[in-house]
């Protein structure tokens, strides 16, 4: 500490992410949609150029937003505004920094910038969210500088089954750690191929040492529930709002549906609540199931 | 009463378990505070970090925010940090049109003052009344305070730079607030400095 301001450190950076908990964090593509957001009650919104049904859907290169695109956003609402950069592609990262976004998010969910390494997070003033498949891959990017852990799930399809993977297999590595003699921690710092002292934190503290979110999949109220209850701090909402099973939702349906899953997560050991939310909120968005993806097109295997 | 009054954390959204953790450590019962009958049984009540404007809409789609302010006209002393500290001020700039507060201490703050993430900072503060060293205060996206009424008693300002003189920290009888984050930081002068302002009043 310091008589002086100092900016950027980890816990100003990890902080960050603890005032996020119990929120949804909603993807928005207009100032529209983010003012939406901001009335339904989300903790934060995510501004990317196309949600990641549409990004499936079209394919091509996935790339960071068009900055005039995250200004309107930013300059839309009071609360938190995120955004994406492609895995590795610092300057795209420099460039969300210096737009003053308060989050990054190093998205599988872009196309990556580099398959060999992520970003040096730890060179940022402002706090990285990372998506992980496992514990291993948890550490890595805590290693690296993420502030904020979120599961990847496979974005895009509207299919929680691979969100739900992810967070049960980082909380069975993490039950695995916390009942192994101090002496095993070296043999499984190597098979998690993550840094020995990490390795050690986690298992004295039982959880991760930063903030684990749920992300992928998600698009019903009792989506979220699920993923709550199964140990999520919070929730990412990606195309599950703003799309409806006929494609476009419209305004009103959208704000329902962002309040429903708000309430939802606030509410996710409460049956009687989430049915509640859960009526009449209309057809949610196109669901793809993950096994009809082939391999090469899912998502979560970005990032290493 | 005895020796360990019970405390809530208010448990609508935002950084619940760091307060409870420091609660403990400064001697008090802790729990979250997710009903009317969790907040009909605790002594004193802290307003944790997170987005007010979320804590706000929560709080009106649960019915707490009329029991709420109920509470604190009863004289529940209550401890704000950060979006707690806005819900516990009587006026704030930069808020939206439909966020309602608990209020209770006269004084004007804004939202987001310090500036956005980029922004946010950590350094050390003199803090009135917590004995010892400087305490070491989190800022993130923090509000501060614009104005205060003749009641209320500053515990703390910002010493130096560019937002020296800054009042970031504020007791009105048994309501306590501060822009910065004590829950962050392990350090539990602050929240042992509430746990006897409960004490005294209870």
Known sequence: ?304 | MSSAPLIGVLALQGGVREHLGSLVHAGAHAIAVHSLEDLEAVQGLVIPGGESTVMSKLAIQDGLIEPLRAARATGLPMFGSCAGMIMLANRVSDAREDQEFIGGIDIAVRRNAFGRQVDSFEMDLEVQGIGGTAFPAVFIRAPWVEEVGSEVQILSTIAAGPRAGTIVAVQQGPLLATSFHPELTGDIRIHATFVEIVRQYA
């Open chain 1, 1 to 304: 500490m310091s008589v002086e301001p100092l900016v950027g450190t980890d816990r100003v950076k990890r902080g960050m992410a603890e005032m996020l908990k119990g929120g949804v964090i909603m993807d928005v593509v207009t100032a529209e949609q983010a003012k939406i957001a901001e009335e339904a009650g989300a903790v934060a919104v995510m501004a990317l150029e196309r949600v990641p049904a549409d990004i499936r859907a079209q394919g091509g290169v996935s790339r960071m937003s068009d900055p005039d695109m995250i200004d309107g956003i930013i300059n839309a609402v009071s609360i938190p505004v995120m955004a994406k950069a492609r895995i590795g592609h610092f300057v795209e990262a420099q460039v969300i920094q210096s737009l003053k976004v308060d989050f990054i998010d190093e998205s599988e969910v872009l196309t990556p910038a580099d398959y060999t390494n992520h970003i040096d997070k730890k060179k940022f003033t402002i706090p990285f969210v990372c998506g992980a498949t496992n514990l291993g891959e948890a550490l890595r990017r805590i290693n690296e500088g993420a502030a904020m852990i979120r599961s990847k799930g496979e974005a895009g399809t509207g299919d929680v089954s691979n969100a739900v993977t992810h967070m049960r297999t980082i909380r069975k590595e993490i039950n695995r750690l916390s009942t192994m003699a101090e002496d095993e921690l070296y043999v499984a710092a190597k098979e998690l191929q993550a840094p020995y002292d990490l390795v050690v934190e986690v298992a004295r503290l039982g959880c991760l040492p930063v903030v684990l979110f749920t992300a992928g999949g998600i698009a019903t109220p009792a989506d979220a529930a699920m993923m709550m209850q199964l140990g999520a701090d919070g929730v990412f909402v990606g195309s599950g709002i703003f799309k409806s099973g006929s494609g476009v939702a419209s305004n009103e349906d959208a704000l329902r549906r962002a309040k429903a899953i708000v309430r939802a997560t606030r509410h996710f050991n409460e049956p009687d609540v989430i049915a509640e939310v859960s009526r009449g909120l209309g057809e949610a968005m196109v669901g793809i199931n993950v096994a009809d993806i082939p391999v090469h097109h899912r998502l979560e295997d970005r990032g290493w």
